[in-house]
């Protein structure tokens, strides 16, 4: 569910029901026609992807979405212009913060990380993590990535050409043990001690708890849905919490983001992580670690799939660059098209395809009102087609991201990892990864489609029900 359709008894949070006052108001929002009682409520909910793309079409890039529940009508925003993108995570992103559907749902899973935290703790929290995201650091997992797309490939190599498999499950499974292996130093998904099946559990959770935002019930029920969660979010926070007492206990130094973060200090307080700060930063880094990145790299090779003269050209370029090697650090610099590719596979299918924000105080985007509370959706589904930014839209046109064509964009007609000081600190972590899976794989194997593929909104954008392919070996 991406519609934000909730209010809170905490005061700086409750919802308005008043109309746009704002004496300096120039312009107003427009409001798409609706349901007695649900407002628009019931068609964000079932096709929140085509509905948002087809209200902006209709209505424009200001929109206001109500509906009713006595006695408070509920109203939320839709800003799809790069001018309003930018003033809400850049220019003035002090005045907005996440709202309580995002925090309190993935929260549940990721405590008080920085994907959740706000205000002084997220500063203190970021400040921590950062060295650990520093190019210089990123650029050391270049081999991993490598070796784990090898042990990918080797396992394919095993089977039937033609095999049918489920391609996004492959990546997941991949980028798991990319995450794993980067942050811990350790493979979690073979390691015996069933992280990877909790991990997939307590995510379904969540996902369920984002879908249906707030009506489930809450956690402290007996119930068989919620005593699952607390039993797979048990067996994370052991597992992690564990590895953190023997990296303690043994003052065992290594170079993977558990141990940059055991030795990071506050610049401003000199203070480091505790464990329960540490348990959740691992957490949060190792879901949205490889849960987005797989999700990316499955939609890029889905369109490439549907797209052979893509394909070909990309396929020309790796084979050149690679010669029959394993990509490398330096081959990204031979593959721009490859990249190219990437970027706008993530304008397409975003995997983070939406990004809620609330107003703390009342605000004013060109010259609409916004009142203090208010809920607002920025959706890169929306905003990557933008018929006024992006010409032919639908289109996979991967030379839309050579240099000279995304010089003559606005900044945020395209921002797949957000925006502003909440930008995804993964980011260069991300593209790195993307480039040599793609590369790695794309330079061995294509793939045919077995069915049409629809994208599951529910929270990452996946392929609904996965991604059914052929494994075709490159001649």
């Known amino acids: 569910m991406y519609v934000f359709l909730h209010y809170s008894d905490r005061p ?6 008043s109309k746009n006052t704002s004496p300096a108001c120039t312009a107003d929002f427009e409001r798409p026609p609706g349901e007695f009682f649900f407002g628009n409520a019931r ?11 087809s209200v902006r079409e209709r209505f424009g890039d200001w929109i206001e979405f109500s509906a009713f529940f006595a006695p408070v009508t509920v109203r939320w925003y839709q800003l799809t212009h790069p001018c309003a993108v930018e003033h809400v995570l850049q220019k ?6 996440k709202p309580d559907l995002f925090n309190d749902s993935v929260g549940l899973m990721t405590g008080n990380g920085i994907l959740t935290s706000e205000g002084e703790q997220w500063m203190h929290n970021r400040r921590l993590a950062q060295p650990a995201f520093h190019r210089q650091h990123i650029s050391t997992l270049a081999d991993l990535m490598v070796g784990c797309c090898d042990e990918l490939l080797q396992k394919w190599q095993k089977l039937d050409d033609g095999s049918v498999i489920d391609l ?15 942050l811990f130093g350790a493979d979690l998904g073979h390691d015996g001690t069933g992280f990877g099946d909790a991990l997939r559990d307590a995510f379904e959770f969540i996902n369920y708890k984002m879908t249906n935002y707030p009506m489930t019930p809450p956690l402290w029920l007996p119930l068989k849905r919620n005593q699952h969660f607390k039993e797979a979010k048990n067996q994370l926070d052991t597992v992690v919490l564990k590895i953190i007492e023997q990296r303690r206990h043994n003052n065992f130094s290594q170079n993977d983001f558990l141990g940059l973060l055991l030795n990071a200090r506050d610049e401003v307080s000199g203070e480091g992580m505790n464990d329960q700060q540490l348990k ?5 880094l190792l879901v949205a670690a490889h849960d987005t990145v797989a999700a990316a790299l499955s939609w890029t090779f889905y369109l490439l799939a549907k797209n052979p003269l893509e394909d070909r050209n990309f396929y020309d370029e790796v084979s050149g660059a690679l010669a029959g090697q394993s990509p490398n650090l330096q081959m990204m610099e031979k593959t721009p098209y490859a990249k190219m590719v990437f970027e706008e596979a993530l304008r397409l299918y975003p995997p983070a395809w939406g990004q809620p924000r609330q107003a703390l105080v009342d605000d004013e985007i060109e010259g609409r009102h916004l009142p203090k509370g208010a809920i607002i959706s920025l959706s890169q589904w929306v905003t990557h087609r933008h018929p006024e930014f992006w010409d032919k839209p639908e289109t996979f046109l991967p030379e839309r991201f050579s240099q000279q064509n995304s010089a003559s964009r606005p900044r945020f007609a395209y921002f797949p990892f957000g925006g502003g ?3 995804c600190i993964g980011q260069h972590m991300a593209m790195m990864e993307g480039q040599i899976a793609l590369c790695a ?4 194997y294509r793939f045919e489609l077995t069915e049409e593929v629809t994208p599951d909104p529910t929270f990452t954008l996946i392929p609904k029900g996965g991604l059914h392919v052929r494994l075709r070996r490159r001649a």
């Open 421 to 423: 000081s909440r930008v």
């Open 441 to 444: 794989i794309g330079s061995r």
């Open 12 to 17: 700086h949070y409750n919802m308005t029901t």
């Open 280 to 284: 959740d930063e691992a957490i949060t």
């Open 168 to 182: 996004h499950k492959e990546l997941v499974g991949l980028t798991f043990n990319i995450a794993g292996q980067a």
């Open 92 to 97: 003035h992103q002090n005045r907005y913060r």
């Open 43 to 53: 068609f964000v909910n079932q096709t929140p992807l085509t509905y948002s793309l």
